[in-house]
Nanobody, 116 residues
Framework: QVQLVESGGGLVQPGGSLRLSCAAS????????MGWYRQAPGKQRELVAFITDSGSTKYSDSVTGRFTISRINNRNTVYLQMNSLKPEDTAVYSC??????????WGQGTQVTVSS
């Protein structure tokens, strides 16, 4: 069984920064990618960013240039550095890991609130 533990959420003022962390543990096997989704109240869940085992990354248009995803493979840990935060970035951020032959596992989610 795989567990994901997220940390780093909180309250920040517009223009500020936060770094989210997500650590995978357990019987992980071969991972394909790790990434982050977010969901704001009343809105659909949105893919924020992901990074593959080979280091390829993809970002949603809404965060490109402001967010950076990175990964420590041998620790199965993924980070999301969020800069120039805006009120519209407020959401619950959930990380995930895609494992070969086993599908996707989700973290519990962490709240990010951008407000003055």
């Amino acid at each position: 069984q795989v567990q994901l533990v997220e940390s780093g959420g909180g309250l920040v003022q517009p223009g500020g920064s936060l770094r989210l962390s997500c650590a995978a543990s357990g019987s992980i096997g071969s991972t394909i990618a790790m990434g982050w989704y977010r969901q704001a109240p009343g809105k659909q869940r949105e893919l924020v960013a992901f990074i593959t085992d080979s280091g390829s990354t993809k970002y949603s248009d809404s965060v490109t240039g402001r967010f950076t995803i990175s990964r420590i493979n041998n620790r199965n840990t993924v980070y999301l550095q969020m800069n120039s935060l805006k009120p519209e970035d407020t959401a619950v951020y959930s990380c995930y890991v895609d494992i070969m032959y086993r599908g996707r596992t989700w973290g519990q989610g962490t709240q990010v609130t951008v407000s003055s």
